[in-house]
């Protein structure tokens, strides 16, 4: 059954409506989609001041520090002193009783005296032997004492002379015993090593000290505390920036906003590996003349290793930033002179591609690649790498002018994102045909 003319143009009229909306939404939505204009935030490179600073954590220390113990065993009998008691070398800072040892040293004493006498012996005994030898030599010759008894005699002689030697042996010994008693009382008096002061003591008077193994520890006496001394743990990465004489400073919690400085004394080979982490002692020197600072104190330490005050230098957040992939390369390849398709790197003359680090300090500088805009497009630059602040880079060498503005953030240009589909275009299947609606 044919419809009506009427009824045919209405249906023509509604399927074309529907057709131009979906057209103008189509149009509204790929207007969406399409990305928006990429604009880059840039910064100039400038010349500025520039220091190279490394920091690491560490523990305030006396320069010296001895741990005073005890050599022999005994009974704590008198303590002169105390916690921050100042001392001098060879102060008696503590006593043990000293009864056991003085027995001992005349027993000892006792001895030596006895062997002193048995010498004494020995020798008369040698005397009358060599007597009774000559006198049998005497008979013998006259030949009234038979050979057996002159004999007799010289053997008696002969081990006469062997009792001397005997006893003065003994009597050495004894001397040693002797002396080693006396040297054992003497240990009953606890001395200073050193002048310094007391920062800490494990004893009181009438406890018993037991010197065994190993000498117990009964005092810790730091030395003068107006020098002292942070041991800074360094990462191994930085150690070989870090050299004799150069300066530092430091903070502690104790003074909060206060800088205390030093200077680098002694950089030590021994490493100390924690976590896997691999670090090495450098050792501060401190002028403490005021005493503010204490034994065990946490410093935040910060060294200086360079310091450059006029350098060409760029933000480190230069070094870190890369285009986005829907940036125009054909552009950046106008702008630098380069044939279409191929950037400009600045590395042609020898110096390798960007991106690769030197070896060592100083000359041996990190090579790397920055972006600069030439005509409104970024443009890869490879540049040396001199010092760094954290915040800004020294470049030391490559094509990077002072005024050139270096790119260091990118926004807009969606690359990620697909291109809109033809409202009107079905998915083709594989080897398929396209069919349109």
Do not use: H
């Not at 030599?137 to 001397?164: F, K």
């Not at 040297?183 to 310094?196: A, C, H, M, R």
Request: proline share 5%; no cysteine.
């Amino acid at each position: 059954m044919a419809l009506a003319p009427r009824t045919a143009l209405k249906w023509i009229a509604i399927l074309a409506a529907a057709t131009l909306a979906v057209f103008f939404v189509y149009r509204k939505i790929s207007r969406a989609r399409q990305p928006a204009p990429i604009t880059y935030r840039t910064e100039k490179a400038q010349r500025r001041r520039i220091v190279g600073r490394i920091t690491a954590s560490g523990t305030l220390s006396a320069l010296v520090t001895v741990q005073v113990g005890s050599q022999v065993s005994g009974r704590i009998s008198v303590l002169n002193v105390n916690y921050n008691s100042p001392v001098k070398k060879g102060d008696v800072i503590a006593k043990l009783d000293p009864q056991l040892f003085q027995a001992a040293v005349e027993q000892a004493n006792a001895n030596f005296l006895a062997a002193k006498a048995g010498v004494t012996k020995a020798e008369s005994d040698v005397v009358l032997a060599e007597a009774q030898a000559a006198r049998a030599r005497s008979l013998t010759a006259q030949s009234v004492g038979t050979q057996a008894e002159l004999d007799t005699a010289e053997a008696g002689a002969r081990n006469a002379r062997a009792q001397v030697d005997i006893a003065k042996a003994s009597l050495e010994q004894s001397r040693a015993q002797l002396n080693q008693a006396r040297v054992n009382l003497s240990y009953t008096s606890i001395v200073s090593p050193i002048d310094g002061v007391v920062i800490s003591r494990s004893v009181d008077v009438g406890q018993t000290v037991a010197a065994s193994l190993q000498a117990p520890v009964l005092f810790t006496i730091a030395e003068d505390l107006r020098k002292m001394q942070v041991d800074t743990s360094v990462s191994e990465g930085d150690i070989e920036r870090i050299e004799v004489a150069q300066r530092a400073f430091f903070t502690v919690d104790a003074f909060p906003g206060r800088r205390f400085r030093g200077e680098v004394s002694e950089i030590r080979n021994a490493a100390q590996t924690v976590q896997n982490v691999v670090t090495y002692d450098a050792v501060i020197k401190v002028n403490n003349e005021d005493l503010k600072l204490r034994p065990g104190m946490t410093a935040n330490v910060t060294i200086t290793y360079a310091e450059k005050n006029d350098a060409l230098s760029v933000p480190s957040t230069a070094l870190r930033f890369k285009p986005p992939a829907s940036a125009d390369a054909s552009a950046s390849a106008a702008a630098s002179g380069a044939p279409p398709g191929r950037q400009w790197t600045g590395g042609e003359r020898g110096n390798g591609g960007g991106g690769r680090r030197g070896q060592g300090r100083g000359g041996d500088s990190d090579q790397r690649t920055i972006w600069v805009m030439r005509a409104g497009a970024p443009v890869a630059v490879s540049v040396k790498l001199g010092v760094s602040d954290g915040t800004y880079t020294e470049v030391t060498d490559g094509p990077l002018k002072e005024g050139d503005q270096v790119a260091l953030e990118a926004s807009g240009g969606d690359t990620q994102a697909e291109a809109p589909k033809n409202p009107f275009q079905t998915q083709t299947p594989p080897g398929g045909m396209r069919r349109m609606f």
